[in-house]
T-cell receptor
Framework: EAGVAQSPRYKIIEKRQSVAFWCNPI?????LYWYQQILGQGPKLLIQ????????DSQLPKDRFSAERLKGVDSTLKIQPAKLEDSAVYLC??????????FGNGTRLTVT | DAKTTQPNSMESNEEEPVHLPCNHS???????IHWYRQLPSQGPEYVIH???SNVNNRMASLAIAEDRKSSTLILHRATLRDAAVYYCSRQGGGGADGLTFGKGTHLIIQP
């Protein structure tokens, strides 16, 4: 089966610019997560979707981050405007029921 | 916030067993314990998970303490390909919530 696809693989932007990341889940996976992983740390959950509805966005900095999952399939995560501390790897993970999560390889964002 | 704590790094020799500890003293009764590992420039990869009983799969074994305040991931015979960062994480909501990761253990395998 095809894995979780993320793009772009790398992105470099200047602070105050905007950026968007895209995730294509494994077919049939209803649950989709976005994680932020700062260098040297474990991934931190930003938002969880169940189909196209938000289940948990308590750790999403809503003043600058937004995410959507139209039609319950692909998802995009946007940052506007970016800050230096947003430099991190943004991971998308998908799953179904109580099954283990499948992670993509992430988008590495560098904000200068 | 129910965190997990792990040693920053561990070292082992190839073909020997490895025991990776994790402390989750504030875990709730319905939280699952998950282990994932991550290679450089890759996303985390699932290793094993459990709730109360010990679990075995083709990759590893998971030993969960009777009081569930700690667990140990066991790699029975380490290979060089097992060198990675191993994350102990908890999943709340009876398995419906997202994973809460610790800082991970960097496992070094010596040939």
């Amino acid at each position: 089966e095809a894995g979780v696809a993320q793009s772009p693989r790398y992105k470099i932007i200047e602070k105050r610019q905007s950026v968007a990341f895209w995730c294509n889940p494994i077919s049939g996976h209803a649950t989709l997560y976005w994680y932020q992983q700062i260098l040297g740390q474990g991934p931190k959950l930003l938002i969880q979707f169940q189909n196209n509805g938000v289940v948990d966005d308590s750790q999403l900095p809503k003043d600058r981050f937004s995410a959507e999952r139209l039609k319950g399939v692909d998802s995009t995560l946007k940052i506007q405007p970016a800050k230096l501390e947003d430099s991190a790897v943004y991971l998308c993970a998908t799953g179904t029921g109580n099954s283990p999560l499948h992670f993509g390889n992430g988008t590495r964002l560098t904000v200068t | 916030d129910a965190k997990t704590t792990q040693p920053n790094s561990m070292e082992s020799n190839e073909e020997e067993p490895v025991h990776l500890p994790c402390n989750h003293s504030t875990i709730s009764g319905t939280d699952y314990i998950h282990w994932y590992r991550q290679l450089p420039s890759q996303g985390p990869e699932y290793v094993i998970h459990g709730l109360t009983s010990n679990v075995n799969n083709r990759m590893a074994s998971l030993a969960i303490a009777e009081d569930r305040k700690s667990s140990t991931l066991i790699l029975h015979r380490a290979t060089l390909r097992d060198a990675a960062v191993y994350y102990c994480s908890r999943q709340g909501g009876g398995g419906a919530d997202g994973l809460t990761f610790g800082k991970g253990t960097h496992l070094i395998i010596q040939p």
